[in-house]
């Protein structure tokens, strides 16, 4: 997926994704993980080029159930942090 050029863009764009992808697969959790750059870091202050940020949104069973979430973000190869 083509990364959003502004991070403010990918905090809207996560749930969206995920409420998408579980409506239209009917399933029972849906998770997003989006790697952004952070314009303010790389544009302005201490211009640190390619800094990102990771964000996520997780629905249904991958919100609510501890291992299934832990699974998920292993397999998108993202440090889970909870």
Known sequence: MPRPPHSHKSRGARPQIADCLAARLNSRGAGVVLEAE???????????????????????ALRADARSRSEFFALAGVAHRR
């Open 38 to 60: 952070h314009a303010c870091m790389t544009l302005r202050g201490v211009r640190a080029l390619g800094t990102t940020t990771i964000t996520s949104a997780l629905l249904g």
